[in-house]
């Protein structure tokens, strides 16, 4: 079963526009979230992460808000971009153990159409 | 900034074809793993591996045997491959299990 879901499973928004991303997690064990961006033809690169201690994480235009008593977390994109335009995955690991383990949401592809 | 490379970009085999994805990482990072990305399911996990010599089971290893051989070079196989294995494969260091994960390019498996 999928243990992190992602929503929608694609948006298109305007340049200039904040586009909103969201995530859910099943396992109570999850205190990193990181958020990866891949766009066409290369893999995933680290856009931001948060852990589950805080409830906001800011970088430049982007920003995750978590909510951890309803498991939930949203990536932010300020300001838009055609240059943002890539797929978005949220994925969560349980810092506890050692393996560094990912589990991956199915991605939210973004357009921003200029 | 690390790098990871993987070959070949691309490969075709038949059914039953045995078949090696290559993964080199150039950063001294001791963490590899190998995922697949599929449509609907984002990147799944198929093995990693802590160090040379060292192999883990990911969260989809059935059909893949996988071998690390010096710290800088991680491969999956493909014994009797089949058409459920056409996918996208990408190979991921990290420095330690806790730290950000760099990824390679992917290999675009296809079997017939």
């Known amino acids: 079963q999928q243990q992190v879901r992602q929503s929608p499973q694609s948006l298109t928004v305007w340049e200039g526009e904040t586009a909103i991303l969201n995530c859910s997690y099943e396992?109570?064990?999850?205190?990193?979230f990181p958020w990866y961006q891949q766009f066409p033809g290369e893999g995933p690169a680290l856009l931001i992460s948060i852990l589950s201690v805080s409830d906001k994480k800011e970088d430049g235009r982007f920003t995750i808000f978590f909510n951890k008593r309803e498991k939930k977390l949203s990536l932010h994109i300020a300001d838009s971009q055609p240059g943002d335009s890539a797929t978005y995955f949220c994925a969560a690991s349980d810092t506890g153990g050692l393996s560094g383990k990912l589990t991956f949401g199915e991605g939210t592809q973004v357009t921003v159409i200029s | 900034e690390a790098a990871v490379t993987q070959s070949p970009r691309n490969k075709v085999t038949v059914t039953g074809g045995n078949v090696t994805l290559s993964c080199r990482q150039t950063?001294?990072?001791?963490?590899m793993y190998w995922y697949r990305q599929d449509t609907g399911h984002g990147l799944r996990l198929i093995h990693y591996s802590y160090g040379a010599g060292n192999l883990q089971i990911g969260d989809v290893p059935d059909g893949y045997k996988a071998t690390r051989t010096t710290q800088e070079d991680f491969f999956l196989l493909l014994e009797l491959a089949s058409p459920s294995q056409t996918s996208l494969y990408f190979c991921a260091s990290s420095d330690w299990g806790k730290d950000t994960q760099y990824f390679g390019p992917g290999t675009r498996l296809l079997v017939l």
């Open positions: 950063n001294s990072h001791n963490y």
């Open positions: 396992n109570s064990a999850f205190d990193y």
